[in-house]
């Protein structure tokens, strides 16, 4: 009886394992599926450290916010409101504690809050797009390179879909196409 019972627990245990990454990972799916795409415009970043293993680390110039409320703090739970510029691009509409009733909104934390500013940082959390391992450095180089020159005409940008509070990082597209397709385009 105690081995039957022994074995029982072990398999509903090994259920709820599987069950989690599962759920997750469909959740995932979901939102690149269903969800609303945003043109996130990309910011240039930091020449330090733009790149580690196979991923570009990504930086948005909407990921500050100017409010005179200083009573945020690092690693709050906070829900990011979107709307669209008349460019197309995602803008952050409003920053709120509690979940939205209606309209696109991603769940996120606050990075920090600078008071000399009056700026509140928040951190997105799609800034890193992995690539395949081969056009990562080239990936890197391009986005650096071309952020750091005029992109008025066409901006660099990460197409993100977004559902119920969750984000899916779907491209990073520079000069109207995407990354991948970049690389190869401007191989020498």
């Known amino acids: 009886m105690k081995t039957k019972n ?4 072990f398999a509903l245990t090994a259920l709820a394992q599987l069950a989690t990454p599962l759920k997750m990972v469909y959740d995932s799916e979901m939102t690149e599926r269903q969800g609303t795409e945003y043109r996130f415009r990309t910011a240039p970043i930091d020449p330090t450290d733009p790149f580690r293993g196979k991923y570009i680390t990504l930086s948005y110039d909407i990921d500050i916010i100017p409010t005179k409320d200083s009573s945020w703090v690092s690693n709050e739970k906070i829900y990011v409101s979107l709307g669209t510029d008349t460019k ?3 803008k952050i509409t409003k920053v709120s504690r509690t979940e939205p009733e209606q309209g696109d909104y991603i769940a996120t ?3 920090y809050y600078y008071a000399y500013n009056n700026n509140l940082h928040i951190a997105l959390p799609f800034d890193r797009y992995y690539m395949e391992e081969s056009k990562a450095y080239e990936a890197e180089t391009a986005y650096r390179e071309y952020n750091s020159t005029d992109k008025n005409a066409k901006p660099a940008y990460a ?3 977004i559902r119920e509070g969750d984000a899916v990082l ?3 597209i ?3 196409i995407p990354i991948k397709d ?3 385009k401007n191989r020498k």
């Open 109 to 111: 934390t606050v990075d």
């Open 6 to 9: 022994i074995l029982i627990a």
């Open 88 to 90: 197309g691009f995602a």
């Open 170 to 172: 779907k491209d990073v």
């Open 182 to 184: 970049y690389v190869v």
């Open 159 to 161: 197409a993100v879909a």
């Open 174 to 176: 520079i000069d109207g």
